[in-house]
């Protein structure tokens, strides 16, 4: 079984994808951090050092290959990953893909207690420039979240729901 996990960026996806994947006995997968081990520089440095197409095309070439594998893993994939290529085909055709619908104002609340200059998007926003940000992004992504399988709204998601649906 492949499980993706998509939404916006500060939506739980790899707190949510690790508990999942813990309580399914699945390996765990942070498409990001496979990334950063193949080329061996952080998202951050990538976007800066290289651009954001070369990582969308970066992105979409190491999901598919983790599409195409015969594993079975719970993956937490970047915030934009659905957004480019076929990507939210890909995930659709070979895995159950969940949508963590959080409110804005939660993932603005959320971010602003993170280490923002580790996200590239949100490296240099004021609080309000942050919820700004958030909200643009969610109207233009929100058309590509709402191809998932499975939708989950509001700020307290929780697990042992997720499991029920997908496994019901």
Partial sequence: ????????????????GKLLAD??????????VEIEKAE???IHQIFEMKKENYF???E???LKKFCSSSESFVMSTGGGAPCFHDNMTKMNDSGKTIFLD???????DRLEKTNLT?????AKLSSDQLKDKIEFLRSHRIGFYKQAQFIFEGNDIFTERII?????
Avoid at 23 to 32: M, Q
Avoid at 102 to 108: L, N, Q, R, T, W
């Fill in 164 to 168: 029920s649906k997908i496994t019901s």
């Fill in 1 to 16: 079984m492949k499980i993706f996990l998509i939404g916006l960026p500060g939506s739980g996806k790899t707190t949510i």
């Fill in 102 to 108: 959080v409110s804005a104002k939660e993932i603005a």
């Fill in 56 to 58: 969308r095309e970066v």
């Fill in 40 to 42: 061996g520089k952080s």
């Fill in 23 to 32: 309580a399914l006995h699945l390996p765990f997968v942070d498409l990001d």
């Fill in 60 to 62: 979409s070439t190491t």
């Fill in 118 to 122: 580790e996200r590239p998007l949100f």
